[in-house]
């Protein structure tokens, strides 16, 4: 992935850094490009991050595992551990949330993506309550009333 990253990043220098007629000719980037990138970037500064932390911590406790510790040293050490494992397990899950709260466009894109599915599932109960409606507006009530001469 920071491989990708890296390649992406050069390949936008290099548009830019070619001239505007030039530019024309390419496909130029747009607006949802540069949040793409962003988002990418961001995704990568916390997979370094995540990923990073917990070997450092691994490396720790192999370096210290001979030590005689006390059971307040292990517990801490136990945190510690923990707390890497836990970080590690948070780049495979980030991803959604960097590019909804980064992006407007992936926002606006899930916004109608869920419109789209419910308002499927809303129109199909209007048009029940709309057949049902029509089936009870159908129905004749008659009531006779009969007057009987005194």
């Known amino acids: 992935m920071m491989i990708l990253s890296i390649l992406a990043f050069k390949n936008v ?3 830019r850094s070619f001239p505007h007629q030039q530019r024309n000719q390419l496909r130029s980037m747009n607006k949802k490009d540069f ?3 962003r988002c990418l970037y961001v ?3 916390i997979y370094i991050i995540c990923t990073g932390i917990p070997s450092i911590i691994e490396i720790y406790e192999n370096i210290t595992m001979d030590e005689i510790h006390t059971p307040v040293e292990n517990a801490i050490v136990n945190l510690i551990g923990d707390l ?3 970080l590690y397990h948070i780049p495979y899950c980030a991803s959604f949330y960097i590019y909804i709260s980064m992006s407007k466009a992936f ?5 109608r993506l869920i419109y789209k599915i419910w308002c499927k599932n809303l129109i199909s109960i209007r048009e029940e309550e709309h057949r049902q409606g029509n089936i009870e ?3 004749v009530d008659i009531v006779s009333t009969i007057v009987v001469p005194a």
């Open 107 to 111: 926002r606006h894109e899930l916004k």
């Open 137 to 139: 507006l159908n129905v």
């Open 43 to 45: 995704q990568d500064i």
């Open 35 to 37: 949040q793409l990138l």
């Open 84 to 86: 890497g494992l836990f």
């Open 13 to 15: 220098r290099r548009i």
